[in-house]
């Protein structure tokens, strides 16, 4: 996700115009899909962040883990999609994201210390109190929160619920302007799913962090770090 898929480099896109080295079977001026570019490539560089994260601590993240699991599935179930609306094999595209869950998606969530745990038998008490001694980030006073096991302060939970809508009307903004058939470039074109898929990233995020999964400051972090790469990114693009 950091590397594979080129989207460190795509996040240029708001301010350099990129080849298009991938076949689209029509021709595709760059400087018109920057920001589906660049939104498709936030979203897969901020997974594959988020997975390098819990790499390193697997343990006492529900909420990155949970966001990660679904936002690399959702990713994966719209590639038959996008296959179909380009016109390409989609039965194809269909076998790969089936591959592709049971080798990114599943092992994140079944192979996880903390799922673990819980087959275990571990109570949900003493659940917590591991998952609150593992994740140590969760518990500082950094304005999010205020103490172990409190959720984000006023000010960033209404900041969360302003992300999370602001998301949830991009999804449907950018579907139904679709459906109205509205294209950057060519009909063939599936960069609305970029799009719809980093609005209902950034709707989900916040509701974990809402709903105080255990970890969530963590996950505050890369969302306020996504938002604030987009408002900047958008502004640049609209201002050129």
Same mark, same amino acid.
């Given at each position: 996700?950091?590397?594979?898929?080129?989207?460190?480099? &795509? =996040?240029?896109?708001?301010? !350099? /115009? +990129? %080849?298009?080295?991938?076949?689209?079977?029509?021709? #595709?001026?760059?400087? $018109?899909?920057?920001?589906?570019?660049?939104?498709?490539?936030?979203?897969?560089?901020?997974?594959?962040?988020?997975?390098?994260?819990?790499?390193?601590?697997?343990?006492?993240?529900?909420?990155?883990?949970?966001?990660?699991?679904?936002?690399?599935?959702?990713?994966?179930?719209?590639?038959?999609?996008?296959?179909?609306?380009?016109?390409?094999?989609?039965?194809?595209?269909?076998?790969?994201? &089936? =591959?592709?869950?049971?080798? !990114? /998606? +599943? %092992?994140?969530?079944?192979?996880?210390?903390?799922? #673990?745990?819980?087959? $275990?038998?571990?109570?949900?008490?003493?659940?917590?109190?591991?998952?609150?001694?593992?994740?140590?980030?969760?518990?500082?006073?950094?304005?999010?929160?205020?103490?172990?096991?409190?959720?984000?302060?006023?000010?960033?939970?209404?900041?969360?619920?302003?992300?999370?809508?602001?998301?949830?009307?991009?999804?449907?903004?950018?579907?139904?302007?679709?459906?109205?058939?509205?294209?950057?470039?060519?009909?063939?074109?599936?960069?609305?799913?970029?799009?719809?898929?980093?609005?209902?990233?950034?709707?989900?995020?916040?509701? $974990?962090?809402?709903?105080?999964?255990?970890?969530?400051?963590?996950?505050?972090?890369?969302?306020?770090?996504?938002?604030?790469?987009?408002?900047?990114?958008?502004?640049?693009?609209?201002?050129?």
């Amino acid at each position: 996700m950091l590397a594979g898929f080129g989207s460190w480099l &795509v =996040l240029l896109a708001p301010w !350099l /115009v +990129l %080849p298009n080295v991938n076949g689209h079977g029509w021709t #595709r001026t760059a400087e $018109l899909h920057r920001l589906a570019d660049s939104s498709a490539s936030l979203l897969m560089f901020a997974v594959g962040l988020a997975a390098l994260l819990l790499l390193i601590r697997p343990q006492g993240r529900p909420a990155l883990l949970t966001w990660t699991a679904s936002m690399t599935a959702v990713m994966v179930a719209l590639a038959p999609v996008s296959a179909a609306i380009q016109g390409n094999d989609d039965l194809e595209a269909l076998i790969i994201s &089936v =591959l592709f869950v049971a080798v !990114l /998606v +599943l %092992p994140l969530i079944l192979l996880n210390p903390d799922q #673990r745990r819980i087959r $275990l038998g571990t109570s949900t008490g003493a659940l917590a109190r591991t998952q609150a001694i593992a994740d140590p980030s969760a518990d500082v006073h950094s304005g999010f929160g205020s103490s172990p096991g409190s959720g984000p302060a006023p000010l960033a939970k209404s900041g969360l619920l302003v992300l999370g809508a602001a998301g949830v009307a991009l999804v449907a903004g950018v579907v139904l302007w679709r459906m109205f058939e509205g294209v950057f470039e060519n009909s063939r074109e599936d960069d609305f799913l970029g799009l719809a898929t980093l609005g209902l990233s950034f709707a989900l995020g916040a509701l $974990l962090c809402v709903r105080r999964r255990t970890g969530w400051l963590t996950l505050v972090w890369l969302l306020a770090a996504m938002a604030g790469y987009a408002v900047v990114a958008g502004v640049s693009i609209a201002l050129t």
